[in-house]
C-alpha cells in the first residue's frame, strides 16, 4: 500500500497569535570587555566614559545598568573620541580620516545611541572652487574648542583646519598653514628640517580663542586665533610625543621620543622661549622608549602628579606595558600585562578650583580597564562593576543557572568578598558614575559559569547588564606542576629599579595546559559542584563558609578495563598535591576521581539527592558515589577501530599515513556504496512510484518537501567512542510500574546506554541517604539508525514536562512530576530530535532536522517560555542551534517546529561551540574572546540596557526632535520576518513584561492548554514525521530477561555478549 503525507492547509490564527506572544528574537547586551579597544574619551561633567574598537564599535558607559552602544557603517578603525562636555554628544575619527557625529537620543523616557552626522576631509586643493585652502591631508589630532562649537583639526602637513561641530563643515577662512608659524621662527630654526606633521593640539585653560599646537619636530607655539598671530614659541628639538597644560595656566608640559619630558614656562617675557626650565629624563640615562602621553596635576596637599605611558629602558624593559606614576618623591611604575591605549584621570574641573586633586586614573589596556584610587595611600585598584576581562584566562566552558536561592548567593558574594578585601582606609568608590538605570530590580539572580584555561572556575552575577564578578575557584593548587615557584621568581626581580607593581588580572599563560577546564555544573540548592579537565580529573566541591586545612582524598576509575590492544600516547595526568592542605572560605573539594586514561572530560552530571556524579571521556563513562567515596560503574565505548582516541588532544604523535589510508578508505567506500546505489533496479520502481504518486495526488494539496539522503555513518568512524552526554533521572526502566533512579549516557556513535541504579533512599526526616554500596545494572541499549552523535537527553513524565531537578520536588520548589506512567525519553542527535516511550523504548514522534533543514545540531536546552500577554500561560519548549547558526524552537512532546531566527553567523565556528541556553528563553554566546553576546528568545524574558541621562541642550541648537525612534527589532515567526516592537508604555517606562527580564524569570505554572491541545494547531510550512515511517533503531533490553545479569562494577564485558532482541520498525 503507498502512503503520501500532506501538508495541512493555512495555520491556525489563534496558535499565531499565541507563538508572537511566547516567542521573539532579540539580541539584547554585549557583556565582557570590548574586544581589542583603540580610542578612550571621558566626559566629566555627566560622568561618562566611552571606549572605540578597531571594528568601529563605539560604547559608552556611565552607572552600573547604563550602556549604549552604536556601530560605525564601515569598519574601520577608531583612532580619537572626543566628548562634547555635558551635552551628550561625541566626536570620533576613525582610520579612514572620516569624522562621525553620535549623540545620546531620549525616546520615550529612555536614550539610545545614533550617528547623526558624518563627514569626509577633502583630501586634495580645491575642494570648493571659492577656496584656495591647503590640501587637509590625514588628521592626526582632533581638539574641541570654545564651548564645543568648534573642532580644530591638526594633519599629517603641519595645518590646522577649523570644523563647524553642528554641520561638520570646514569653516572657510580660519585654516592656519605651517607657513604662517614659520615667519615666527628665527632664521636659523627656520632653517632647518620641516615642522612635521601636528602631534597635540590643546586648548588654553584660560583665554578660549588661544590654542597650543606641538609640532612633532619639537616646536611648540601658542596661536591666537582671535588675533590670528602667534601669541608664544617655544623652540624645542626633540620630537615631540604629548603635551599637557598645568592647571594655572603657567605651565607646559611635553614629553619626547627619547624618553624625557621637559616643563615650559609661560612667562609675560620674551615671546621667544629657547629652553625649557626642567628636561629629565625618569628612566634614564640608557637609551629609553618614548613617552606617548602625559598628565600634570596638582594637589591641594601640596606636590603634583606626573603621570605618563611608556618610558621604559629600552634594552632591558622595552617589551613591558608601563604607566608611572610620579608624585614628589614617590614613583610608582604600573605594570601591566597589555598593551597601554589611553588613559584619563577623574579630577575636579570647577573652574573656581585651583587645584585638579585628581581622585582616580583610569587606564585603558587592550585587554582590560583598570581603576585606581589615587587619593588612598598605596593607590589601589577599584573593583570594576562592568567591564570585567573575561578572558583573563581564556575561556574553555560555560554553564549558566537560573534561580539561584538567595541564600547560596549570600555566600557567593560572602565568599568573593574575603577572596579581594577592600583596604579599610578607601572610601572612594567606582568614578564613572553618569545616567540612571531604569530597569528594575531583578526578581530571581542568575548566575554565569566560566571554566578557564588556568583551572579556574569564575562565577558571574547575569541578572541585569551589568555582568559582574562574584567569586573566583582555583583548581591548580591541588596538583603539583612543574610551575610552582614561577610566581615567587617574578616577585623577587620586582625589587629591583624600576620600581614596578604588578596591576590587572589579565593573565594569558597557563602554567599547565592540562589544568583547562571542560565541564562544570553546580547543584543550587546543596551548593555543591564539579569541575572537569583536561587531564581526566573530576573534582567534586562544596561550598563552606568556614576555611579548613584537610587532605585531599583521591580516587581512580580506569575505563578502559584492561582492554587489550589500547595503550594511551596522551599527556600525563596531574599528579595530586599530598598532606593537608589549607582551604580558604570557599568551595572546597570534597573528593577528586581521576580518570584513566587521563583524557579530556567531555561530559560531566551531578544528582546531588541521590551522592553520585557520573562522567564521560573518549574512552567510556563512569559513575562514581562521592558520598562513599568508591567507583559504582565503568564501561568503555571505544571500538576496535577507535585509534585517535588513544592519543589525546595534547598529542603530538599522529600518524600521517594513518590519516591517508583512512581518508582513501571511505573515499573507496562511499564509491561503492554510490554505484550499488546507481546500480539498484529498486531504484526505478522507486522514481515510478514517485510519478504516479505525483498524478494521483490532488492538485488542491501540497506535497511535503521532498528530504535529503541522510548516508549513514560508519561504525568504526574514528573517535565514535566519544561520550557526548550524561544524564540523570527517575523514571520507568524496568517496567510500568516502578520507577527508580537511571543514568543515561549517549555517545559520538550514536549508542545510548541506559543504566537502571539501586540507591539507598534516605531515612525519614533526612536528606542524607544511608552509607551502602550503589549499584547499577544496564537496563537498554538503543543504537540510532544513522549513528549520528548523541548530543542531549532529556526524560519526560506523564504530562509531557521535564523532570525537575535534584530536590526540587522533595523541598516543593517545583511542581512534583506525574509518576503515574507514560513517561518518554527525548534523544536529540546532530541530524534529528526522537522522542520514544518507556519502559518499552518504542518510537513515538521525530523531527529529521537535518534532511529538512540541511543542517545539524550543535546546542539544545529545554527551555520555559511565559506568555508575554499572560503571566500564568507558558508552554516548555525546545530550543536548538545549528551548525548554520540558526535558532530553532520546538514544541515539547510533540516535536513541532515553532519558531526559528538567524543568530549567529555561520563562518563563526567558535561563538556557535560557546553557545549556551538559560531555562527561561535566553542564551549567551563569545562573540570574541573577551565578550558574551546575550540573546533572546523569550517575548517576556529580555534583559537589555534600559536608562536615561540628564543632558544639556548646546546653546544655540534645539534638541534633535526630528531623530529617528528606535529601530525595530527584526524577529521572525515560522520564517515569516515581521517587525516586533520592544513594548513599553506610553509614559515611556518599561513595560511590565521587559522590567521582569531584568534576570531570569522565576518558575511559573506550566500552562492549563494541555501539550496535545498545544501540538495540535500545525503552521503551514511545517511536515510532520509519525511513527509510521521512524527508521529502524536496534534496542537490546537486558531487563525484561528472566535470567538478570549480575550486578558489577566492570560489567562490560557481559555488555557486549547480549543479543539485540528487540527492533522497531
Same mark, same amino acid.
Not at 560622568?47 to 549604549?68: D, L, N
Not at 610620579?326 to 588613559?343: G, H, K, P
Not at 557567593?412 to 577572596?419: H, I, N, P, R, Y
Given at each position: 500500500?503507498?502512503?503520501? *503525507?500532506?501538508?495541512?492547509?493555512?495555520?491556525?490564527?489563534?496558535?499565531?497569535?499565541? &507563538?508572537?506572544?511566547?516567542?521573539?528574537?532579540?539580541?539584547?547586551?554585549?557583556?565582557?570587555?570590548?574586544?581589542?579597544?583603540?580610542?578612550?574619551?571621558?566626559?566629566?561633567?555627566?560622568?561618562?566614559?566611552?571606549?572605540?574598537?578597531?571594528?568601529?564599535?563605539?560604547?559608552?558607559?556611565?552607572?552600573?545598568?547604563?550602556?549604549?552602544?552604536?556601530?560605525?557603517?564601515?569598519?574601520?578603525?577608531?583612532?580619537?573620541?572626543?566628548?562634547?562636555?555635558?551635552?551628550?554628544?561625541?566626536?570620533?575619527?576613525?582610520?579612514?580620516?572620516?569624522?562621525?557625529?553620535?549623540?545620546?537620543?531620549?525616546?520615550?523616557?529612555?536614550?539610545?545611541?545614533?550617528?547623526?552626522?558624518?563627514?569626509?576631509?577633502?583630501?586634495?586643493?580645491?575642494?570648493?572652487?571659492?577656496?584656495?585652502?591647503?590640501?587637509?591631508?590625514?588628521?592626526?589630532?582632533?581638539?574641541?574648542?570654545?564651548?564645543?562649537?568648534?573642532?580644530?583639526?591638526?594633519?599629517?602637513?603641519?595645518?590646522?583646519?577649523?570644523?563647524?561641530?553642528?554641520?561638520?563643515?570646514?569653516?572657510?577662512?580660519?585654516?592656519?598653514?605651517?607657513?604662517?608659524?614659520? *615667519?615666527?621662527?628665527?632664521?636659523?630654526?627656520?632653517?632647518?628640517? $620641516?615642522?612635521?606633521?601636528?602631534?597635540?593640539?590643546?586648548?588654553?585653560?584660560?583665554?578660549?580663542?588661544?590654542?597650543?599646537?606641538?609640532?612633532?619636530?619639537?616646536?611648540?607655539?601658542? +596661536?591666537?586665533?582671535?588675533?590670528?598671530?602667534?601669541?608664544?614659541?617655544?623652540?624645542g628639538n626633540q620630537q615631540l610625543e604629548s603635551l599637557c597644560w598645568e592647571r594655572s595656566g603657567g605651565t607646559v608640559v611635553s614629553s619626547h621620543s627619547d624618553g624625557s619630558y621637559a616643563v615650559w614656562t609661560v612667562g609675560s617675557g620674551s615671546s621667544l622661549v629657547l629652553q625649557p626650565t626642567e628636561a629629565t629624563t625618569p628612566y634614564g640615562p640608557f637609551p629609553c622608549k618614548a613617552i606617548n602621553k602625559i598628565l600634570w596635576r596638582n594637589c591641594r596637599s601640596g606636590?603634583?602628579?606626573?603621570?605618563?605611558?611608556?618610558?621604559?629602558?629600552?634594552?632591558?624593559?622595552? =617589551?613591558?606595558?608601563?604607566?608611572?606614576?610620579?608624585?614628589?618623591?614617590?614613583?610608582?611604575?604600573?605594570?601591566?600585562?597589555?598593551?597601554?591605549?589611553?588613559?584619563?584621570?577623574?579630577?575636579?574641573?570647577?573652574?573656581?578650583? =585651583?587645584?585638579?586633586?585628581?581622585?582616580?586614573?583610569?587606564?585603558?589596556?587592550?585587554?582590560?580597564?583598570?581603576?585606581?584610587?589615587?587619593?588612598?595611600?598605596?593607590?589601589?585598584?577599584?573593583?570594576?562593576?562592568?567591564?570585567?576581562?573575561?578572558?583573563?584566562?581564556?575561556?574553555?566552558?560555560?554553564?549558566?543557572?537560573?534561580?539561584?536561592?538567595?541564600?547560596?548567593?549570600?555566600?557567593?558574594?560572602?565568599?568573593?568578598?574575603?577572596?579581594?578585601?577592600?583596604?579599610?582606609?578607601?572610601?572612594?568608590? +567606582?568614578?564613572?558614575?553618569?545616567?540612571?538605570?531604569?530597569?528594575?530590580?531583578?526578581?530571581?539572580?542568575?548566575?554565569?559559569?566560566?571554566?578557564?584555561?588556568?583551572?579556574?572556575?569564575?562565577?558571574?552575577?547575569?541578572?541585569?547588564?551589568?555582568?559582574?564578578?562574584?567569586? &573566583?575557584?582555583?583548581?591548580?593548587?591541588?596538583f603539583q606542576t612543574d610551575f610552582e615557584h614561577a610566581d615567587s621568581l617574578g616577585q623577587a626581580a620586582e625589587d629591583d629599579w624600576p620600581p614596578f607593581r604588578k596591576v590587572g588580572c589579565f593573565d594569558p599563560y597557563s602554567d599547565d595546559p592540562r589544568l583547562g577546564v571542560q565541564k562544570v555544573a553546580l547543584c543550587k540548592y546543596t551548593a555543591q559542584m564539579v569541575v572537569a579537565g583536561t587531564a581526566g580529573q573530576v573534582l567534586v566541591l562544596e561550598l563552606s563558609d568556614m576555611p579548613a586545612e584537610r587532605a585531599l582524598s583521591v580516587a581512580s576509575v580506569d575505563l578502559l578495563q584492561d582492554r587489550e590492544g589500547f595503550t594511551w600516547k596522551g599527556h600525563d595526568r596531574l599528579g595530586p598535591s599530598t598532606g593537608p592542605l589549607s582551604w580558604p572560605v570557599g568551595f572546597q573539594p570534597l573528593v577528586l576521581v581521576q580518570c584513566l586514561p587521563p583524557a579530556a572530560v567531555t561530559a560531566v552530571t551531578l544528582h546531588t539527592e541521590w551522592g553520585l556524579v557520573a562522567f564521560g571521556t573518549s574512552h567510556g563513562f563512569g559513575l562514581f558515589d562521592y558520598q562513599c567515596k568508591s567507583p559504582v560503574l565503568a564501561r568503555c565505548t571505544l571500538h576496535p577501530n577507535d585509534s585517535l582516541a588513544m592519543e589525546g588532544p595534547l598529542s603530538r604523535v599522529k600518524s600521517l599515513k594513518k590519516s591517508l589510508r583512512q581518508s582513501f578508505r571511505r573515499i573507496r567506500k562511499s564509491r561503492v556504496s554510490g554505484k550499488k546505489r546507481v546500480m539498484n533496479a529498486?531504484?526505478?520502481?522507486?522514481?515510478?512510484?514517485?510519478?504516479?504518486?505525483?498524478?494521483?495526488?490532488?492538485?488542491?494539496?501540497?506535497? $511535503?518537501?521532498?528530504?535529503?539522503?541522510?548516508?549513514?555513518?560508519?561504525?568504526?568512524?574514528?573517535?565514535?567512542?566519544?561520550?557526548?552526554?550524561?544524564?540523570?533521572?527517575?523514571?520507568?526502566? *524496568?517496567?510500568?510500574?516502578?520507577?527508580?533512579?537511571?543514568?543515561?549516557?549517549?555517545?559520538?556513535?550514536?549508542?545510548?546506554?541506559?543504566?537502571?541504579?539501586?540507591?539507598?533512599?534516605?531515612?525519614?526526616?533526612?536528606? &542524607?541517604?544511608?552509607?551502602?554500596?550503589?549499584?547499577?545494572?544496564?537496563?537498554?541499549?538503543?543504537?540510532?539508525?544513522?549513528?549520528?552523535?548523541?548530543?542531549?537527553? $532529556?526524560?519526560? =513524565?506523564?504530562?509531557?514536562?521535564?523532570?525537575?531537578?535534584?530536590?526540587?520536588?522533595?523541598?516543593?520548589?517545583?511542581?512534583?512530576?506525574?509518576?503515574?506512567?507514560?513517561?518518554?525519553?527525548?534523544?536529540?542527535?546532530?541530524?534529528?530530535?526522537?522522542?520514544?516511550?518507556?519502559?518499552?523504548v518504542s518510537a513515538k514522534t521525530k523531527f529529521k532536522l537535518t534532511a529538512h533543514e540541511g543542517c545539524r545540531v550543535r546546542k539544545v536546552a529545554l527551555a520555559t517560555f511565559t506568555s508575554v500577554a499572560c503571566e500564568d500561560y507558558a508552554e516548555t519548549c525546545?530550543?536548538?542551534?545549528?551548525?548554520?547558526?540558526?535558532?530553532?524552537?520546538?514544541?515539547?512532546?510533540?516535536?513541532?517546529?515553532?519558531?526559528?531566527?538567524?543568530?549567529?553567523?555561520?563562518?563563526?565556528?567558535?561563538?556557535?561551540?560557546?553557545?549556551?541556553?538559560?531555562?527561561?528563553?535566553?542564551?549567551?554566546?563569545?562573540?570574541?574572546?573577551?565578550?558574551?553576546?546575550?540573546?533572546?528568545l523569550s517575548a517576556r524574558n529580555i534583559t537589555e540596557p534600559l536608562c536615561s541621562l540628564d543632558i544639556c541642550c548646546p546653546r544655540g541648537t534645539a534638541c534633535a526632535s526630528y531623530r529617528l525612534h528606535e529601530s525595530p527589532k527584526l524577529s521572525q515567526a515560522n520564517g515569516t520576518p515581521s517587525i516586533i516592537l520592544a513594548p513599553r508604555s506610553c509614559d515611556g517606562s518599561p513595560s511590565p513584561a521587559r522590567s521582569k527580564g531584568a534576570g531570569d524569570m522565576p518558575q511559573t505554572p506550566e500552562a492549563t492548554l494541555s501539550p496535545l491541545s498545544v501540538d495540535s494547531a500545525t503552521s503551514a510550512d511545517t511536515t510532520l514525521d509519525t511513527t509510521g515511517d521512524v527508521t529502524v533503531e536496534d534496542v537490546k533490553d537486558f531487563l525484561g530477561s528472566s535470567e538478570e545479569p549480575q550486578k558489577n562494577v566492570r560489567n562490560a564485558v557481559q555488555d557486549e555478549a547480549c543479543s539485540y532482541p528487540i527492533l522497531i520498525k
Open positions: 500500500m503507498m502512503k503520501f *503525507r500532506f501538508r495541512r492547509q493555512g495555520a491556525d490564527p489563534q496558535r499565531e497569535k499565541l &507563538k508572537q506572544e511566547l516567542f521573539a528574537f532579540h539580541k539584547t547586551v554585549e557583556h565582557g570587555f570590548p574586544n581589542q579597544p583603540s580610542a578612550l574619551a571621558f566626559d566629566p561633567e555627566l560622568r561618562i566614559m566611552a571606549i572605540g574598537t578597531r571594528s568601529g564599535a563605539v560604547k559608552i558607559y556611565g552607572a552600573p545598568g547604563v550602556e549604549f552602544t552604536g556601530l560605525h557603517q564601515d569598519a574601520a578603525t577608531v583612532t580619537q573620541m572626543h566628548f562634547l562636555p555635558g551635552q551628550g554628544r561625541l566626536l570620533t575619527l576613525l582610520d579612514d580620516n572620516s569624522l562621525h557625529l553620535w549623540e545620546l537620543v531620549s525616546c520615550g523616557g529612555c536614550a539610545h545611541l545614533e550617528e547623526t552626522l558624518s563627514f569626509q576631509p577633502p583630501s586634495r586643493p580645491g575642494f570648493d572652487s571659492a577656496s584656495s585652502l591647503p590640501s587637509l591631508s590625514r588628521v592626526t589630532v582632533v581638539l574641541l574648542v570654545a564651548d564645543g562649537a568648534r573642532a580644530a583639526l591638526g594633519t599629517e602637513g603641519g595645518s590646522v583646519f577649523f570644523l563647524d561641530v553642528g554641520t561638520l563643515t570646514l569653516l572657510e577662512g580660519q585654516t592656519l598653514g605651517p607657513d604662517e608659524i614659520l *615667519r615666527s621662527l628665527p632664521d636659523d630654526y627656520r632653517c632647518g628640517k $620641516a615642522l612635521g606633521p601636528v602631534e597635540s593640539l590643546q586648548g588654553h585653560l584660560h583665554d578660549p580663542s588661544k590654542i597650543l599646537i606641538g609640532y612633532s619636530r619639537g616646536l611648540l607655539v601658542i +596661536w591666537s586665533q582671535a588675533a590670528r598671530c602667534v601669541d608664544r614659541v617655544f623652540l606636590g603634583r602628579f606626573l603621570i605618563f605611558s611608556g618610558g621604559m629602558p629600552r634594552a632591558s624593559y622595552g =617589551d613591558r606595558h608601563c604607566v608611572s606614576v610620579l608624585q614628589a618623591e614617590t614613583l610608582v611604575t604600573l605594570d601591566f600585562t597589555s598593551r597601554v591605549i589611553d588613559f584619563f584621570t577623574v579630577h575636579s574641573m570647577q573652574p573656581k578650583d =585651583d587645584f585638579d586633586d585628581p581622585q582616580a586614573l583610569a587606564v585603558l589596556l587592550e585587554e582590560e580597564l583598570v581603576v585606581l584610587d589615587l587619593q588612598t595611600p598605596g593607590w589601589p585598584a577599584l573593583p570594576a562593576p562592568y567591564l570585567a576581562p573575561l578572558h583573563s584566562s581564556a575561556i574553555t566552558c560555560s554553564a549558566h543557572v537560573a534561580n539561584v536561592p538567595a541564600k547560596l548567593w549570600a555566600r557567593l558574594v560572602s565568599a568573593g568578598e574575603k577572596q579581594s578585601p577592600q583596604p579599610a582606609s578607601s572610601a572612594s568608590s +567606582w568614578p564613572i558614575t553618569g545616567g540612571r538605570n531604569l530597569a528594575q530590580e531583578p526578581l530571581q539572580h542568575g548566575l554565569l559559569l566560566t571554566g578557564h584555561e588556568d583551572g579556574t572556575v569564575r562565577f558571574w552575577d547575569a541578572s541585569g547588564v551589568a555582568l559582574q564578578p562574584l567569586y &573566583k575557584l582555583g583548581t591548580a593548587g591541588l529498486n531504484s526505478k520502481l522507486q522514481e515510478a512510484n514517485a510519478q504516479l504518486a505525483e498524478q494521483a495526488c490532488p492538485h488542491d494539496l501540497e506535497v $511535503a518537501p521532498v528530504q535529503r539522503r541522510i548516508e549513514p555513518r560508519s561504525a568504526d568512524d574514528s573517535l565514535s567512542g566519544v561520550v557526548r552526554c550524561l544524564y540523570f533521572a527517575d523514571t520507568f526502566l *524496568r517496567d510500568a510500574v516502578h520507577h527508580g533512579p537511571t543514568l543515561w549516557a549517549g555517545t559520538n556513535s550514536g549508542s545510548v546506554f541506559a543504566y537502571a541504579l539501586e540507591v539507598p533512599t534516605a531515612t525519614a526526616g533526612s536528606e &542524607k541517604r544511608p552509607e551502602r554500596a550503589v549499584e547499577a545494572v544496564l537496563g537498554k541499549e538503543v543504537q540510532l539508525m544513522h549513528r549520528a552523535p548523541v548530543v542531549a537527553i $532529556a526524560v519526560l =513524565d506523564g504530562r509531557g514536562r521535564p523532570l525537575p531537578e535534584p530536590y526540587e520536588a522533595s523541598r516543593d520548589l517545583a511542581q512534583a512530576p506525574d509518576m503515574q506512567g507514560g513517561h518518554a525519553v527525548l534523544i536529540a542527535s546532530e541530524e534529528q530530535f526522537k522522542v520514544f516511550t518507556l519502559p518499552k525546545l530550543a536548538c542551534l545549528t551548525n548554520l547558526g540558526d535558532v530553532h524552537v520546538f514544541s515539547v512532546p510533540g516535536l513541532r517546529p515553532q519558531v526559528h531566527y538567524p543568530c549567529i553567523r555561520k563562518e563563526d565556528i567558535s561563538a556557535i561551540a560557546s553557545c549556551v541556553f538559560t531555562r527561561h528563553g535566553q542564551g549567551f554566546y563569545l562573540i570574541s574572546p573577551s565578550e558574551f553576546e546575550r540573546f533572546s
